[in-house]
């Protein structure tokens, strides 16, 4: 075969006659004749006119936008919900929104990849609300049956990928004004630059959406702009819109318990399939997808990769490849969450015996963690602080390491702050915040997280445990392949704490009950 004499250029560097970027298509195998161009313009449908009424969430949305606009007046806020993302070549992962993004908005499931919500200033008290800031709404819209991209883009043709809502509906459903995309250089620069000489200062949600993250940035520098400093305004916004989310709203509250009550149906799903999985070889694999079937049929997807820990892996904390066996006799650490799609998600914690009843030595373990657990539970009312929840559950942990002569060194020493020895069994936080992330408000500053004020409205996790690896020759060998973690989810009122995942047994005689009960049944969809 002859050389190609095409030459090379940017477009096409191979020299070979077709671009690079061009070469994702040729699977496809796309006809483009004039013919058939005409042929696919006519024919459809007309489109439903109907405007919809607004969303549930719309109200409460715009609520955390007056919020936000009130700590920032006289700067422009953007917040981008994010690109498609690349998982292999030419194919996307499914597309799920920036939380800030979700949380402003109150778009969840697969709305709006590249869209950009733009809070512009105001004079104060003027703007939605009653707030500082104009709030719009920014995405690219569908193409019209009667272009090509209809038909010939992979990525965002309605032929690829299915309908969407447009603009008009969006506008309806979120009672927020949308414009297109191609809008929003205009809407994002204009009169840009330093305050203390006319121009509007800018702060940007960093790191969702590099095009715009450019494209701010590119701003800065035109209107001389110190990028440093504009690193810090940008920290801020992001501090704020992840403090935002540490008190849940009503509507929150009920998201979060239908992806609790759908977990729980995934962990029931999970001990039906059991006695299937014992002795096959990637048992922990059936487990993963028995839950994953539940995330999908009841929701949009897991809120994080589930840790089926079988035996020793459950001494591994974020165990994720989940290619273990199921061992009749070992323990199941199964940790999971299903996110509804809304995007909220559950994370819940059961350890079960794999056969359905506990050894005397899982169940001595286990009580143990539990009864850290319940420890935690007492903690954790509204005016204590978020530490305490933590401090209150490995106390009670390191009693029993003590009382069973694994301790190293006397009780007292190992609870201080220079001891921490019982800490080898137990070595992660006790609770985190939960929500649009599983680790939710991770952005939000020590002195309201850790070192914060419990207070009615806030969701989050219990998850004591204890993990005695194989390898651990620090403890006698029954304790060797045992890790148990009991994790709940809790929704703090004025009255104490609410497990919201209660539903879910507990306690070792009811876990025991409540296997063998579901395991007599049917599974139901």
Known sequence: MSESNTPETSENPTGDG????DRVNNRSQRPDSDAFKEFMAQGWAQENTQVPAKDAVADFAATRRRTLSEKFPGERLVIPAGPLKVRSNDTDYRFRAHSAFAHLTGLGIDHEPDAVLVMEPV????????GNHEATLYFKELA??????????ARYGEFWIGPRDNREVTSAKLDLPVKDLADLEVAVTKNAGVADIGGVQIRLVRESDLNVD??????RINTGVNLESADQLDGKLTEAVSELRLIKDEWEREQMQLAVDATIKGFEDVVRELPQAIGHPRGERIVEGTFFTRARVEGNDLGYDTIAAAGNNATVLHWIRNNGALTDGELLLLDGGVEVDSLYTADVTRTLPINGTFSEVQRKVYQAVLDAADAGFEAAKPGAKFRDVHTAAVTVLAERLAEWGLLPVSLEEALSPEGQQHRRWMPHGTSHHLGLDVHDCAQARRELYLD???????VFTIEPGLYFKED?????EEYRGIGVRIEDDVLITKDGPVNLSAAL???PDEIEAWMAKVQSGKRVY
């Open 18 to 21: 077709q671009a690079l970027d």
């Open 123 to 130: 004079d104060e008290g003027t703007g939605d609300n009653g």
């Open 144 to 153: 019209g049956r009667d272009t090509e991209e209809f038909y010939s883009n």
């Open 214 to 219: 450019a494209l701010v940035d590119t701003s």
């Open 452 to 458: 914060g004020e419990i207070q009615e409205g806030m």
């Open 472 to 476: 651990d020759h620090a403890v006698p």
């Open 505 to 507: 047994p507990r306690d």
